[in-house]
T-cell receptor, first 115, second 113 residues
Framework: DGGITQSPKYLFRKEGQNVTLSCEQN?????MYWYRQDPGQGLRLIYY???????QKGDIAEGYSVSREKKESFPLTVTSAQKNPTAFYLC??????????????FGEGSRLTVL | AQSVSQHNHHVILSEAASLELGCNYS??????LFWYVQYPGQHLQLLLK??????LVKGIKGFEAEFIKSKFSFNLRKPSVQWSDTAEYFC???????????FGTGTKLQVIP
């Protein structure tokens, strides 16, 4: 089945620890995205990548880092600098520019809880 | 930068009632508009999209949306909701030719049988 796989689904970490969330897609999509979803705030864009080895900051990139070494993979690291990391994180992909091709395909999300 | 407003945060309807969810965006140029839906326990999925042409677009499961350029609006409608429509609905916008997709804050719809 083609799709986006995020892991882990649930993650608990202590304050001050960096954590990395995995996102893998087998849709052969060029573009990938990371969003953060908080109750009442919708989805906010953290980082996005149009092609391998290239990525741009979204609206709330502070305290996060990403890499795009392979087309199918776009891991997100939540660093200790992120002041409020507890959230639901969504990875998405699109065939080309979302503004041209339109549809984003989403993974099932990773829920991070920092204790 | 573009932004999206969804004024209804939580809507409760009885089955068979009509639905209209508001969405307004701010951006001066040409945009592509979307509605996504997140059913309980499921991943976000596209409900419908508008790129150009007929401003009334039809999506899956009987949903439709109307783009009114003069009002910067893209409201979602359904004539008769079902219990299975209980979900969270997100409006989204992206400027034509760009990659960044901006989402609204979402509207939780609860349909009572």
């Amino acid at each position: 089945d083609g799709g986006i796989t995020q892991s882990p689904k649930y993650l608990f970490r202590k304050e001050g620890q960096n954590v990395t969330l995995s996102c893998e897609q087998n849709l052969n999509h060029d573009a990938m995205y990371w969003y953060r979803q908080d109750p009442g705030q919708g989805l906010r864009l953290i980082y996005y990548s149009q092609i391998v080895n290239d990525f741009q900051k979204g609206d709330i990139a502070e305290g996060y880092s990403v890499s795009r070494e392979k087309k199918e993979s776009f891991p997100l690291t939540v660093t200790s600098a992120q002041k409020n990391p507890t959230a639901f994180y969504l990875c998405a992909s699109s065939m080309g520019l979302a503004g041209v091709t339109g549809e984003l395909f989403f993974g099932e999300g990773s829920r991070l809880t920092v204790l | 930068a573009q932004s999206v407003s969804q004024h209804n945060h939580h809507v409760i309807l009885s089955e068979a009632a009509s639905l209209e969810l508001g969405c307004n965006y701010s951006y001066g140029g040409t945009v592509n508009l979307f509605w996504y839906v997140q059913y309980p326990g499921q991943h976000l999925q596209l409900l419908l999209k508008y790129f150009s042409g007929d401003p009334l677009v039809k999506g899956i499961k009987g949903f439709e949306a109307e783009f009114i350029k003069s009002k910067f609006s893209f409201n979602l409608r359904k004539p008769s909701v079902q219990w299975s429509d209980t979900a969270e609905y997100f409006c989204a916008v992206t400027p034509l030719g760009y990659q960044k997709v901006t989402f609204g804050t979402g509207t939780k719809l609860q349909v009572i049988p």
